[in-house]
């Protein structure tokens, strides 16, 4: 059973272009979160989503940033516009249907490591 | 609200020695309290979890941690430290709709 996988590990863009991160859940899991991690800190949380739905993306940035889990396919977050201080690491995390929301073990995929020039 | 305190942004033991990572939360209700492992270059690895059963609570190599309550604290235990120990922890509370983590502990063995 792979886990969480996410692509590209390393995104390099230079200011005001476009990051696409992608994540694909482990097999079974349907729901999918997003943390960014910046250098010296703790992951913090941005946005929790079920398939078609967000849930809870009151970590997310106002602008620029988006993020969707589509009924077929991987998780989506995009960043527009890109900024030297979006540079960070993105972590997706999934866990399975059924148990108890935002307090059952979460699966951590590898990372995106973006740096914006 | 909650939230989590990591005191010691870097811990080094010695090769065998005790590892003894400390993490303080706090919660207006009981919460749910969570360690993991980030090697470098890779992502979160669950250590264990504290789910409100019981309070001592045993995870993957031989990592331990007990809830307290009246101290209101989660602190990682390790009775012998080995290199491969070498890494990133991040204890987490969640309650409601958020994961809250730490800002993390890097542990450093010396052989």
């Known amino acids: 059973n792979a886990g969480v996988m996410q692509n590209p590990r390393h995104l390099v863009r230079r200011r005001g272009q476009e990051a696409r991160l992608r994540c694909s859940p482990m097999?079974?899991?349907?729901?999918v979160y997003w943390y960014r991690q910046l250098p010296e800190e703790g992951l913090k949380f941005m946005v929790y989503?079920?398939?078609?739905?967000?849930?809870?993306e009151s970590g997310m940035p106002k602008e620029r940033f988006s993020a969707e889990f589509p009924k077929e396919g991987p998780s989506i977050l995009r960043i527009q516009q890109v900024v030297r201080g979006d540079s960070a690491a993105y972590f997706c995390?999934?866990?399975?249907?059924?148990?108890?929301?935002?307090?059952?073990?979460?699966?951590f995929g590898p990372g995106t490591r973006l740096t914006v020039l | 609200a909650q939230s989590v305190t990591q005191l010691g942004s870097h811990v080094s033991v010695s090769e065998g020695a005790l590892v003894l990572l400390r993490c303080n939360y706090s919660?207006?209700?009981?919460?749910?309290l969570f360690w993991y492992v980030q090697y470098p270059n890779q992502g979160l690895q669950l250590l264990l979890k504290?789910?409100?059963?019981?309070?001592l609570v045993k995870g993957i190599n031989g990592f331990e941690a007990e809830f307290k309550k009246s101290e209101t604290s989660f602190h990682l235990t390790k009775p012998s430290a080995h290199m491969s120990d070498a890494a990133e922890y991040f204890c987490?509370?969640?309650?409601?709709?958020?994961?809250?983590f730490g800002t993390g502990t890097s542990l450093t063995v010396i052989p």
């Open positions: 995390a999934s866990s399975p249907p059924g148990g108890l929301e935002y307090t059952d073990t979460q699966y």
């Open positions: 097999k079974g899991h349907s729901h």
């Open positions: 989503l079920q398939k078609e739905n967000i849930i809870d």
């Open positions: 919660s207006s209700v009981p919460p749910y």
């Open positions: 504290y789910t409100s059963a019981a309070t």
């Open positions: 987490a509370v969640t309650l409601g709709n958020q994961f809250y």
